[in-house]
């Protein structure tokens, strides 16, 4: 049989959308749907309150007018509405500590998915190398393989609180390297990566003279007094990163597909020249809706005590249970959980699955340090009780499976 795959790009080749075999990650194909179907618990998207209704009311008024208006049907320019930009600069001086000309740093993309793969797009060749802390999001493995270029899995020790270790980036470097990625805070660990670690690895990336793809798509929900630092603010940052941002983590506003790119406008000026070609325009009404968002950003901070109290109570359902290891996350609404000593994380999570009803991510596909670990998402839904049932029937199953497996503390 004619195999057109062996036409493509080796870096998509082995890619499966669960077209030809069963995928089970959250994300590919339609596996959500079918588990909503089945009536399961999805915590597994890292999308707020999913699937209730949740929606700023001033940010529902703008997107409306804009429909109402007529105004919706058209594109805005391809790299962005002047307006939100401008939106976004405000915010950018005040949250990040950045000062940057609106109409010449800032580029809108349809969500930051888009936007990370688009930031790699100008520097990476193929046989570059990206140093990628592990675990971290799944596409920081996935996107330099695309572009012909190969992720290098830089450990994230749990025994270390999964601090930055700069001896293990020095380890991994080689003259082939081009990048670094970074989560930061990190998915699906919650860490809010501290300072000091990150001047030491600003120091490093000046010093062997890399670039700096970051994402702060969690900047907005970080706990405990803790401090989130940009990159791009840090000495001889600001000429060599590319700052990728979202309003639909800690703004709740996913489905929005509103993401943004900050950069100096020597990287932009590139990014400006193919923005039609790569992304195209973001939705007109949505990105008028999130200038909204911007301008009056007080419901964050409901959203914020919401999942804080939810990442304390998760941490203390989840407490205690033999075989499993977790940590009170940083930020955000994930929980990351170590659950090696109960099997692999694809039994696990199926184990879950069928005894408490509940889909969860496997944590594979998080880098080579995901074997053996789940993430569950307690963001999800509007009530609290709802997360915490779904918790609790996470703990009888693991406290049973622990049983049979003849574990104790
Ligand atoms: C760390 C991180 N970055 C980026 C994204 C993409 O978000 P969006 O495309 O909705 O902006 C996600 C989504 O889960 C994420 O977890």
Redesign the pocket.
């Known amino acids: 049989m004619y195999d057109v795959k062996q036409k493509m790009n080796p870096g998509f080749r082995c890619l499966q959308g669960g077209l030809f075999s069963a995928v089970s990650k959250a994300d590919v194909g339609n596996v959500a749907d079918e588990m909503q179907k089945r009536g399961v618990d999805m915590l597994s998207w890292?999308d707020p309150f999913m699937p209730d209704a949740v929606m700023p009311e001033h940010v529902r008024q703008k997107a409306l007018e804009q429909i109402q208006e007529g105004k919706a049907v058209h594109y805005t320019t391809p790299i962005g509405s002047s307006e939100l930009k401008a939106a976004i600069a405000e915010k950018l001086r005040r949250f990040n500590g950045f000062q940057v000309d609106p109409e010449r740093n800032i580029l809108i993309t349809p969500?930051?998915?888009?936007?990370?793969l688009f930031a790699m797009m100008p520097f990476l060749c193929p046989g570059d190398e990206v140093l990628v802390p592990d675990p971290s999001?799944p596409?920081n493995f996935l996107n330099p393989q695309l572009l012909g270029a190969r992720a290098v899995s830089v450990p994230l020790l749990e025994s270390e609180n999964f601090a930055l270790d700069l001896e293990a980036f020095r380890e991994k470097a080689t003259p082939r390297t081009k990048m670094v990625l970074l989560?930061n805070p990190n998915?699906p660990t919650g860490t809010v990566f501290t300072r000091s670690q990150l001047t030491a690895l600003a120091e490093f990336i000046v010093e062997r003279d890399l670039i700096l793809v970051v994402?702060q798509?969690?900047e907005d929900s970080v706990f405990d007094g803790r401090e989130m630092v940009s990159m791009a603010s840090l000495p001889g940052m600001w000429e060599r990163t590319v700052s990728?941002f979202?309003?639909?983590?800690g703004m709740g506003l996913?489905g929005l597909?509103v993401?943004y790119l900050v950069a100096d406008d020597r990287i932009m000026d590139v990014l400006f020249g193919c923005a039609v070609n790569v992304i195209g325009a973001t939705n007109t009404a949505f990105q008028a809706a999130a200038v909204e968002a911007f301008r009056n950003p007080d419901f964050i901070q409901e959203y914020n005590e919401i999942f804080d109290r939810r990442r304390k109570r998760v941490f203390e359902l989840l407490s205690g249970i033999p075989g499993v290891r977790l940590s009170l996350p940083e930020s955000a609404f994930l929980t990351w959980i170590d659950v090696s000593a109960l099997g692999t994380a694809p039994e696990v999570a199926a184990y879950l699955l069928e005894h408490a009803k509940v889909f969860v991510n496997d944590g594979t596909p998080y880098g080579t340090l995901g074997a053996g670990h789940l993430r569950i998402v307690h963001g999800c839904f509007r009530d609290d009780q709802r997360v915490y049932a779904a918790v609790e029937r996470i703990r009888h199953a693991l406290l049973e499976l622990g049983r049979k497996k003849g574990i104790s503390h």
């Open positions: 890292a969500g930051s998915d888009s936007g990370l999001y596409s989560t998915n994402d798509a969690f990728v979202s309003v639909s983590k996913s597909r993401g």
